[in-house]
């Protein structure tokens, strides 16, 4: 009989906490650079900085062995909703504030909670279900479907990318909970950072001159697919900031995710929100409107309920140890 190991909640919550905080610099250094260059240089510059600092802390936990995996296609495949919930996450930056696609986004969390029932085989009573459909009704406000296009300030479908982006997040964040159990955290990092890379330079060779954008196309649109250009002089040390950013984002999540399980991280993420809203007034002068406050109440109560009733449980396995027949 062997006791099973408990969650490391205590330096997983700090990691999500430290990779949070991250998140919210760069989606500020994302949003001020979208008027002037194309997502997929940003992202592509980001990454290349980004993978230097990652294969640093391959270094560090244990050297290049640890990026051998005889699971590729699953690391690709984490990759790929990686790039898929950040490219939809800041498309949308490039059309509507921070705070309100921060918000949106935090469906993930929702999301995670949800899906970890049959992809983790994670118990959720009945209770937490219900605070997770109260967290999506806080969803379905800050979309205002009452409202006109003239008054939303977008069209539907860029509300509705920040949504897309919190469920491929959710289905990335367990799929590392899975993969952690044999991967160091900055070789998930590096994993990532490599298929940013990939999607990045396609994007270059298809787009990179500007051919599929118009001076008539959308706000969105432009931040996806204008012709790449050279940075100026004095966006050089907020270029290398997201390529820092994208390696400590990349560590500190994989490793929460490693240490404890989903619903215990998730909640902590709801951080990201008061980020959001400080980063939106203080850089660009935003506030939320009335429906997403109102949103962001429902998300926030919602995801301290579910907290609460985790740490409940987790406070019973520790009492009493779960144990497993080898």
């Known amino acids: 009989m062997t006791v099973l190991p408990q969650n490391r909640a205590g330096p997983a919550i700090a990691f999500v906490l430290a990779g949070i905080l991250a998140i919210s610099v760069n ?4 949003k001020r650079l979208s008027g ?41 495949l984490r990759g790929a909703l990686v790039v898929i919930a950040n490219m939809t ?35 959720v009573g009945l209770l937490r279900l219900g605070a997770v459909m109260v967290g999506f009704v806080g969803v379905v406000i800050m979309q205002r479907p009452w409202a006109g296009s003239e ?6 479908l860029v509300l509705l990318l920040p949504v897309l982006a919190a469920l491929t997040y959710a289905l990335n964040q367990l799929m590392t909970r899975k993969l952690g159990v044999s991967s160091k955290a900055s070789a998930l990092s590096v994993y990532i950072q490599s298929v940013f890379i990939v999607v990045s330079l396609g994007f270059f060779l298809v787009a990179g001159d500007g051919r599929f954008v118009s001076e008539g196309s959308s706000a969105s649109m432009q931040f996806l697919l204008r ?7 004095g966006d050089g040390w907020i270029f290398v900031g997201m390529g820092l950013n994208a390696a400590v984002i990349g560590y500190c999540l994989s490793a929460a995710y490693r ?15 008061p980020l959001a809203v400080f980063w939106g007034f203080m850089i660009f002068g935003d506030l939320p409107a009335w429906e997403v406050w109102i949103g962001i109440a429902l998300i926030l109560g919602s995801g301290l309920f579910v907290f609460l009733r985790e740490r409940q449980k987790t406070r019973v396995r520790v009492s009493r140890p779960t144990t497993r027949r080898y």
Do not use: C, N
Not at 95 to 103: F, G, H, Q, Y
Not at 151 to 156: D, E, H, N
Not at 227 to 233: C, R
Not at 260 to 271: I, S
């Open 27 to 30: 989606d500020m250094l994302i």
């Open 36 to 76: 002037g260059y194309p997502l997929h240089e940003l992202v592509f510059v980001r990454s290349a900085i980004g993978i230097v600092f990652s294969l640093v802390l391959v270094q560090i936990e244990g050297g290049w062995h640890i990026l051998k995996t005889d699971r590729p296609g699953l690391h690709l």
């Open 89 to 123: 996450f800041f498309v949308a930056l490039g059309a509507i504030p921070l705070a309100d696609a921060t918000a949106l986004f935090f469906a993930a969390p929702l999301f995670i909670t949800l899906l970890s029932i049959p992809i983790l085989g994670e118990k």
């Open 151 to 156: 008054t939303l300030g977008a069209s539907r």
């Open 227 to 233: 012709a790449w250009v050279w940075p100026a002089p």
């Open 259 to 273: 240490m404890a399980d989903a619903a215990t991280v998730a909640p902590f993420e709801y951080m990201g929100l």
